[in-house]
């Protein structure tokens, strides 16, 4: 049996290697993956109470994760107390992990997670230098990993 162009290099590298599955694609294998809350908050664009999440009053050094796919979002170096009672940053890690969305509500843009479409918060016009802004997020949309 003659093997396409090719394919004989690939099978002498040994065993193929098992792939991960990739990210959840319905709402039944996010229900999986999250608890209610992110589920409403990630998934259905919902707002957790302000002043109840666990992230606003966070003062340690780390990064800002999404908490539906991991992917990196905030530094804590941006981080600033907004007293609006929710965690507010004033840019991104970069701005290849966020995705703004115009959302007509109240004139806010939304902020999505650009890897898994994760609905994190709004972005407002009222943050401090250097950007002006104030990435207004859910606690309860990201995770957090301590160090530097």
Known sequence: MQLPLGASSILARGPFI????SMPETDQEWKKKLTPEQFH???EKGTEPAFTGKYYKNKEKGTYVCAGC???LFSSDTKFYSGTGWPSFYAPLSEESIEEKKDFSYGRKEVLCKKCQGHLGHVFN??????GLRYCMNSAAL???KGK
Not at 18 to 21: A, F, S
Not at 126 to 131: A, H, W, Y
């Open 18 to 21: 098992k792939m991960e599955k």
């Open 70 to 72: 991991g992917a990196e």
């Open 143 to 145: 995770g957090f990993r």
């Open 126 to 131: 009222d943050g401090p230098k250097p950007t």
């Open 41 to 43: 908050i990630l998934r």
